[in-house]
């Protein structure tokens, strides 16, 4: 950090002090500068009349957060800088929310993964989604030979044409329900790899909409698989082709209807690779919790309110979630393809829980304003299909893979007929079956 004092940073900055919570650093000087005890940061922001905190990288999350908590009540702006600076200026950034996410830096070999994709034929559904995005560039870097990257979303599909105009690449517009254009990609494309992300996953706005979540994360699932079938039944395939189901934390003891569908689609994942064999199809279905900055999710809810100068709401002071940024959720599921013996369930170790008004302060700090007073927030109740905490999901009935952040569900699958349930909630479907009967129906199967 030596460099970090000259000049003043080429007169745009001054630096007040430095702190630090490692007692063998307190007292001793950089340049100048002494370095001050951590815990009397609020003090020495006070006493310099400081706008600025500048974190070095890579910031310990515990420190900033606590760093946080103490300067809640000044208005300040929080940055990250290198520890080594060349050019300093250009190197300074803002802290980010995931900075504060309390986890360790999730380091894994890349190879096996390397040599899964590797010059592979890849098939992405949902690929316009905030997961599925992520999994065509983290995928792309492992140069498959070819991706096709099907999703609904109009817009979408011509975003994802505009960035990845290569000529691997191929975008193609499509409903995960309609069959005939599944097995015509199946045909023409012939994937060996396919990531099945497309799906409803807004528990509240599901609860309400029951009917387009379970003909989308049920019929749509049952609808691919029933196109994989008949690709692999063509004898054209060269070695098994492998699924890799995108589940969810809401899957484990459902109370909703989307923990509900979602659970339901990897028991037909299961049971149609189980009746198919493992030479021929290999599944995987990966659940994991809430990501970071995802379409719908909290955290693009709390900026845009910030934004528009709104109180920021949350359901309730004691709600906690689960959280991972989606490049770090990818990287998972991808490794999870590794460790996978074929017909699996697996779950994504979340680390630990954080309370939503935490994460809502937290927000507002990094904004530049003082929670409570400069931004109010608001409590507006617990929502239909919501749960107050989630469970430590992923070591339910699991146990932990080669992999330190993957857990292997244990718990005995249904076995079902696949096709006689598809045709009873079809017909249940045409009869405008409730959203009480529908829970009650599904529930048997779990």
């Given at each position: 950090?030596?460099?970090i004092?000259?000049?003043?940073?080429?007169?745009?900055?001054?630096?007040?002090?430095?702190?630090?919570?490692?007692?063998?650093?307190?007292?001793?000087?950089?340049?100048?500068?002494?370095?001050?005890?951590?815990?009397?940061?609020?003090?020495?922001?006070?006493?310099?009349?400081?706008?600025?905190?500048?974190f070095?990288?890579?910031?310990k999350?515990?420190f900033?957060?606590?760093?946080?908590?103490?300067?809640?009540?000044?208005?300040?702006?929080?940055?990250?800088?290198?520890?080594?600076?060349?050019?300093?200026?250009?190197?300074?950034?803002?802290?980010?929310?995931?900075?504060l996410?309390?986890?360790?830096?999730?380091?894994?070999?890349?190879?096996?993964?390397?040599?899964?994709?590797?010059?592979k034929?890849?098939l992405?559904?949902?690929?316009?989604?905030?997961?599925?995005?992520?999994?065509?560039?983290?995928?792309?870097?492992?140069?498959?030979?070819r991706?096709?990257?099907?999703?609904?979303?109009?817009?979408?599909?011509?975003?994802?044409?505009?960035?990845?105009?290569?000529?691997?690449?191929?975008?193609?517009?499509?409903?995960?329900?309609?069959?005939?254009?599944?097995?015509?990609?199946?045909?023409?494309?012939?994937?060996e790899?396919?990531f099945?992300a497309?799906?409803?996953?807004?528990?509240?706005?599901?609860?309400?909409?029951?009917?387009?979540?379970l003909?989308?994360?049920?019929?749509?699932?049952?609808?691919?698989?029933?196109?994989?079938?008949?690709?692999?039944?063509?004898?054209?395939?060269?070695?098994?082709?492998?699924?890799?189901?995108?589940?969810?934390?809401?899957?484990?003891?459902?109370?909703?209807?989307?923990?509900?569908?979602?659970?339901?689609?990897?028991?037909?994942?299961?049971?149609?690779?189980?009746?198919?064999?493992?030479?021929d199809?290999?599944?995987?279905?990966?659940?994991?919790?809430?990501v970071?900055g995802s379409?719908?999710?909290?955290?693009?809810?709390?900026?845009?309110?910030?934004?528009?100068?709104?109180?920021?709401?949350?359901?309730?002071?004691?709600?906690?979630?689960?959280?991972?940024?989606?490049?770090?959720?990818?990287?998972?599921?991808?490794?999870?393809?590794?460790?996978?013996?074929?017909?699996?369930?697996?779950?994504?170790?979340?680390?630990?829980?954080?309370?939503?008004?935490?994460?809502?302060?937290?927000?507002?700090?990094?904004?530049?304003?003082?929670?409570?007073?400069?931004i109010?927030i608001?409590?507006?109740?617990?929502r239909?299909?919501?749960?107050?905490?989630?469970?430590?999901?992923?070591?339910?009935?699991?146990?932990?893979?080669?992999?330190?952040?993957?857990?292997r569900?244990?718990?005995?699958?249904?076995?079902?007929?696949?096709?006689?349930?598809?045709?009873?909630?079809?017909?249940?479907?045409?009869?405008?079956?409730s959203?009480?009967?529908?829970?009650?129906?599904?529930r048997?199967y779990?």
């Amino acid at each position: 950090m030596q460099d970090i004092t000259r000049e003043d940073i080429n007169g745009r900055y001054r630096i007040a002090a430095f702190v630090d919570n490692d007692p063998n650093k307190i007292g001793t000087r950089i340049g100048p500068y002494r370095i001050f005890d951590g815990q009397r940061i609020a003090e020495l922001v006070e006493t310099f009349t400081a706008s600025e905190i500048w974190f070095t990288m890579p910031g310990k999350p515990e420190f900033m957060t606590e760093v946080l908590h103490q300067l809640q009540n000044f208005p300040l702006q929080y940055k990250m800088v290198p520890r080594k600076i060349q050019q300093l200026l250009p190197d300074i950034r803002s802290l980010r929310l995931e900075d504060l996410i309390q986890r360790p830096e999730i380091r894994l070999s890349t190879d096996a993964v390397e040599t899964l994709i590797n010059n592979k034929r890849v098939l992405i559904t949902g690929a316009a989604g905030s997961i599925g995005q992520e999994i065509v560039r983290q995928v792309l870097q492992y140069k498959p030979v070819r991706v096709v990257l099907f999703d609904q979303w109009e817009y979408g599909v011509y975003q994802l044409n505009q960035h990845y105009n290569f000529e691997n690449v191929h975008c193609v517009l499509g409903d995960i329900r309609d069959e005939e254009r599944l097995l015509s990609i199946m045909e023409n494309e012939k994937p060996e790899i396919i990531f099945h992300a497309a799906a409803y996953k807004h528990v509240p706005l599901l609860e309400t909409n029951f009917i387009e979540a379970l003909k989308t994360n049920i019929l749509g699932t049952a609808t691919l698989l029933k196109s994989i079938v008949h690709w692999l039944s063509l004898g054209k395939t060269v070695g098994p082709v492998k699924l890799v189901n995108i589940s969810t934390d809401k899957a484990v003891e459902p109370e909703n209807i989307m923990g509900l569908s979602k659970r339901i689609s990897e028991l037909l994942v299961y049971n149609v690779a189980r009746e198919f064999g493992s030479q021929d199809l290999q599944t995987v279905s990966v659940r994991f919790g809430n990501v970071l900055g995802s379409s719908g999710s909290v955290v693009p809810l709390f900026l845009e309110q910030i934004h528009k100068g709104l109180p920021l709401t949350v359901t309730h002071p004691d709600m906690e979630r689960f959280f991972m940024t989606i490049p770090e959720a990818v990287n998972l599921v991808l490794h999870a393809l590794t460790v996978s013996s074929g017909q699996d369930i697996l779950a994504l170790d979340m680390g630990k829980s954080v309370k939503i008004l935490e994460l809502a302060e937290r927000i507002i700090l990094l904004s530049g304003y003082i929670p409570h007073k400069d931004i109010k927030i608001e409590f507006t109740g617990i929502r239909p299909g919501e749960k107050m905490k989630e469970e430590l999901f992923w070591e339910k009935d699991s146990v932990r893979t080669d992999n330190p952040y993957i857990f292997r569900s244990e718990k005995d699958l249904k076995v079902l007929n696949v096709e006689e349930f598809i045709d009873k909630t079809v017909e249940a479907l045409e009869n405008n079956k409730s959203l009480g009967w529908f829970k009650d129906y599904l529930r048997q199967y779990i």
